[in-house]
């Protein structure tokens, strides 16, 4: 082991034995965390607001209402504030912060609401000016997602610069701050200022012709700052050049990626250790993208001519808006040795981020994982590589029941655990959820998503998507193989669903997707997606999704052939031999070249095989993105995610 050329682990980082990943680690455990950092809703309150809404009410009553249902819908304690302009005066100077940014306080956010106008002119711009300085900066080294929310039913009628032009200055290059606009009862100059501001503060325009309406578009564009993907890592500068590549130890780092831009990281490997390296790219969700947009990475040696070891990329696959993205590149010693990129020494990851002139210019922060596997101990024959879904396959029957309810996280540090059961939750458009499900070796994950019935607009015809995509503790996405993942929304039952096969060490010599990335237990992840263009068809603010879970198949006690079942060592004699219903494809099963699996057994691997392994493992999480590999000795192939096309986002 003294050999090893592993850099000493960062804080956050910890390590465990092969198969045994740690639990899924709460934002606040690595430093440089970037939770969101608070919105604020700026509320037109000008003259035109006292007009009738057609109801018999006015425009800012029916904004009031509006306002209380999305505060009522924030989650405890997200700071939130509001400012005012045309509230006070006919002047063009006349805005005010009417509520601080602080911990949400709703009857405090009530009694400001209750004091509005309407009075005077439509100062947009000043307004947006002071907006950015209520709200708080974001934590050093951390990526604090800021929104300003801006409400309005006209455009702008005071001198100054455009509001445009100010929303572009406020926001720079997008990654801390966004600003979504919702136009309330508007006509078309106001709403292409509207539109324009919210291209130019790298956010969303929402429209509203009715007070439902407004409800319901405030309540979303809120939600979706709350619930901002939770980061955590610690702050790294990839370089240009990968020959000036910043040299990283296994453990989760962040950094900033902008269009067209690469960003290089260099790591140290040994010739024995599996080393998986994940990069999570984080747009405002709903931005406008094309789908070929995302990410290309390049996983190389450094020698003097550098040879590619893995590569891969990931694609939003439609140009509905933009979602999570996330990949993997691993450098697997091949089974027999001697292979290109098995050397010990320096190699370095690309990350290359492809960019249509039309799509969003906003810089995406970006989440880098480092983890590396080392190899079995000397001696243990792993079980062979199970390529078949048995009894877990699309015909699986899957729990029934009441739902429980649950929450699902905002991305890979914070995903939602959950075990076998029927569960519950809310998505809104634009937004995935995550969840992590505990799988063991030898054990197989089986769920499905299902959309009910759902109020939606009537005459409406647009169609979006839901999604789905699993990934393994290592964020490796998994291959989709006869599993249906992705299906078009309309409103109307529909329902996706993945599994993976059996969890077997062996697997990592197989070409497949689906098979390639189950090569250790742990913690695995489920992401559930609705596209942004969702928001055209959905009468209610979220929609309601069942998550049907299981965990088939009895948990090994390791990776070796004939591992007895965690239950009792008296059961090993029944364990070896046994397979499933439908292919006998278990990682008990045969070791030979026979059935699903590819033979990667016996005195072979045994023959390869290093001294007492551990595995490092940084924050398990996950994240989703439908994804095309590129090929690479791993042989990860074709995930199939949630995406359309050749790639895709979550």
């Given at each position: 082991?003294?050999?090893?050329?592993?850099?000493?682990?960062?804080?956050?980082?910890?390590?465990a034995?092969?198969?045994?990943?740690?639990?899924?680690?709460e934002?606040?455990?690595?430093?440089?965390?970037?939770?969101?950092?608070?919105?604020?809703?700026?509320?037109?309150?000008s003259?035109s607001?006292?007009?009738?809404?057609?109801?018999?009410?006015?425009?800012?009553?029916?904004?009031?209402?509006?306002?209380s249902t999305?505060?009522?819908?924030?989650?405890?304690?997200?700071?939130?504030?509001?400012?005012?302009?045309?509230?006070?005066?006919?002047?063009?100077?006349?805005?005010?912060?009417?509520?601080?940014?602080?911990?949400l306080?709703?009857?405090?956010?009530?009694?400001?609401?209750?004091?509005?106008?309407?009075?005077?002119?439509?100062?947009?711009?000043?307004?947006?000016?002071?907006?950015?300085?209520?709200?708080?900066?974001?934590?050093?080294?951390?990526?604090?997602?800021?929104?300003?929310?801006?409400?309005?039913?006209g455009?702008?009628?005071?001198?100054g610069?455009?509001?445009?032009?100010?929303?572009?200055?406020?926001?720079?290059?997008?990654?801390?701050?966004?600003?979504?606009?919702?136009?309330?009862?508007?006509g078309?100059?106001?709403?292409?200022?509207?539109?324009?501001?919210?291209e130019?503060?790298?956010?969303?325009y929402?429209?509203?012709?009715?007070?439902?309406?407004?409800?319901?578009?405030?309540?979303?564009?809120?939600?979706?700052?709350?619930?901002?993907?939770?980061?955590?890592?610690?702050?790294v500068?990839?370089?240009?050049d990968?020959e000036?590549?910043?040299?990283?130890?296994?453990?989760?780092?962040?950094?900033?990626?902008?269009?067209?831009?690469?960003?290089?990281?260099?790591?140290?490997?040994?010739?024995?250790?599996?080393?998986d390296?994940?990069?999570?790219?984080?747009?405002?969700?709903?931005?406008?993208?094309d789908?070929?947009?995302?990410l290309?990475?390049?996983?190389?040696?450094?020698?003097?001519?550098?040879?590619?070891?893995?590569?891969?990329?990931?694609?939003?696959?439609?140009?509905?808006?933009?979602?999570?993205?996330?990949?993997v590149v691993?450098?697997?010693?091949?089974?027999?040795g001697?292979?290109?990129?098995?050397?010990?020494?320096?190699y370095?990851?690309?990350?290359?981020?492809?960019?249509?002139?039309e799509?969003?210019?906003?810089?995406?922060?970006?989440?880098?994982?480092?983890?590396?596997?080392?190899?079995l101990?000397?001696?243990?024959?792993?079980?062979?590589?199970?390529?078949?879904?048995?009894?877990?396959?699309?015909?699986?029957?899957?729990p029934?029941?009441?739902?429980?309810?649950?929450?699902?996280?905002?991305?890979?540090?914070?995903?939602?655990?959950?075990?076998?059961?029927?569960?519950?939750?809310?998505?809104?458009?634009?937004?995935?959820?995550?969840?992590?499900?505990p799988?063991g070796?030898?054990?197989?994950?089986?769920?499905?998503?299902?959309?009910?019935?759902?109020?939606?607009?009537e005459?409406?015809?647009?169609s979006?998507?839901?999604?789905?995509?699993?990934?393994?503790?290592?964020?490796?996405?998994?291959?989709?193989?006869?599993?249906?993942?992705?299906?078009a929304?309309?409103?109307?039952?529909?329902?996706?669903?993945?599994?993976?096969?059996?969890?077997?060490?062996?697997?990592?010599?197989?070409?497949?997707?689906a098979?390639?990335?189950?090569?250790?237990?742990g913690?695995?992840?489920?992401?559930?997606?609705?596209?942004?263009?969702?928001?055209?068809?959905?009468?209610?603010a979220?929609?309601?999704?069942?998550?049907?879970?299981?965990v088939?198949?009895?948990?090994?006690?390791?990776?070796?052939?004939?591992a007895?079942?965690?239950?009792?060592?008296?059961?090993?004699?029944?364990?070896?031999?046994?397979?499933?219903?439908?292919?006998?494809?278990?990682?008990?099963?045969?070791?030979?070249?026979?059935?699903?699996?590819?033979?990667w057994?016996?005195?072979?691997?045994a023959?390869?095989s290093?001294a007492?392994?551990?595995?490092?493992?940084?924050?398990?999480?996950?994240?989703?993105?439908?994804?095309?590999?590129?090929?690479?000795?791993?042989?990860?192939?074709?995930?199939?995610?949630?995406?359309?096309?050749?790639?895709?986002?979550?």
């Amino acid at each position: 082991m003294g050999a090893l050329l592993l850099p000493a682990p960062v804080a956050g980082t910890a390590y465990a034995a092969p198969g045994q990943l740690l639990p899924a680690q709460e934002p606040g455990d690595t430093t440089g965390t970037g939770d969101a950092t608070g919105l604020l809703m700026v509320l037109d309150a000008s003259g035109s607001m006292a007009e009738d809404d057609g109801s018999g009410g006015t425009r800012m009553a029916a904004a009031r209402e509006a306002l209380s249902t999305a505060v009522d819908a924030l989650p405890d304690e997200h700071p939130t504030g509001l400012r005012l302009f045309g509230s006070e005066n006919s002047s063009c100077t006349d805005t005010v912060l009417a509520h601080p940014v602080q911990p949400l306080d709703r009857d405090g956010l009530r009694d400001a609401l209750g004091e509005t106008g309407p009075t005077g002119n439509t100062p947009t711009g000043l307004a947006l000016e002071r907006a950015a300085e209520d709200l708080p900066d974001p934590p050093a080294g951390s990526f604090g997602r800021r929104t300003i929310l801006l409400v309005s039913d006209g455009e702008s009628n005071c001198d100054g610069p455009p509001p445009c032009e100010v929303a572009a200055e406020i926001v720079g290059n997008g990654v801390g701050l966004r600003i979504d606009t919702v136009g309330f009862q508007i006509g078309d100059e106001g709403r292409a200022e509207l539109e324009c501001i919210a291209e130019a503060g790298h956010g969303t325009y929402y429209d509203a012709p009715d007070g439902e309406a407004l409800g319901r578009e405030l309540e979303r564009a809120a939600l979706l700052s709350a619930d901002g993907y939770r980061f955590a890592g610690e702050a790294v500068e990839g370089a240009a050049d990968p020959e000036d590549a910043p040299l990283v130890a296994p453990g989760q780092y962040l950094d900033t990626i902008g269009p067209g831009q690469t960003r290089s990281y260099a790591v140290e490997l040994d010739a024995a250790s599996a080393a998986d390296l994940s990069v999570t790219a984080v747009p405002h969700p709903g931005v406008a993208v094309d789908r070929r947009d995302g990410l290309a990475l390049l996983l190389e040696d450094t020698g003097e001519r550098p040879r590619r070891c893995d590569s891969a990329d990931a694609t939003f696959g439609d140009d509905e808006g933009a979602m999570v993205l996330s990949q993997v590149v691993s450098r697997v010693p091949s089974a027999a040795g001697g292979a290109a990129c098995d050397d010990p020494g320096r190699y370095t990851l690309s990350v290359t981020r492809e960019s249509a002139e039309e799509s969003d210019t906003a810089h995406w922060p970006v989440e880098l994982r480092f983890s590396v596997e080392e190899p079995l101990a000397d001696g243990v024959r792993p079980a062979a590589s199970a390529t078949g879904y048995g009894a877990a396959g699309p015909s699986a029957d899957l729990p029934t029941g009441e739902p429980e309810d649950i929450a699902g996280g905002t991305g890979f540090n914070d995903a939602a655990e959950l075990g076998p059961g029927v569960w519950r939750d809310r998505l809104l458009p634009a937004q995935t959820r995550w969840f992590t499900v505990p799988v063991g070796w030898g054990q197989q994950l089986r769920y499905r998503v299902e959309i009910g019935n759902e109020p939606t607009h009537e005459g409406g015809s647009d169609s979006s998507y839901v999604r789905t995509a699993a990934y393994a503790p290592h964020r490796a996405p998994i291959g989709r193989g006869e599993f249906t993942v992705d299906r078009a929304y309309r409103g109307e039952p529909l329902a996706v669903d993945l599994g993976t096969v059996p969890v077997t060490w062996t697997n990592r010599y197989e070409s497949g997707a689906a098979a390639s990335p189950v090569r250790f237990g742990g913690d695995y992840y489920i992401a559930v997606s609705l596209g942004p263009e969702a928001v055209s068809i959905a009468r209610n603010a979220a929609v309601g999704v069942v998550l049907r879970v299981d965990v088939l198949g009895e948990e090994l006690s390791g990776p070796e052939h004939g591992a007895s079942p965690l239950a009792g060592a008296d059961e090993a004699d029944e364990a070896e031999g046994a397979g499933t219903e439908a292919g006998d494809d278990t990682v008990t099963a045969a070791d030979s070249s026979g059935g699903d699996g590819a033979g990667w057994a016996g005195p072979l691997l045994a023959a390869l095989s290093g001294a007492a392994g551990v595995l490092l493992v940084a924050a398990a999480v996950v994240g989703t993105a439908r994804l095309r590999q590129r090929g690479g000795p791993a042989g990860q192939g074709s995930p199939g995610g949630p995406g359309r096309g050749g790639g895709s986002p979550t």
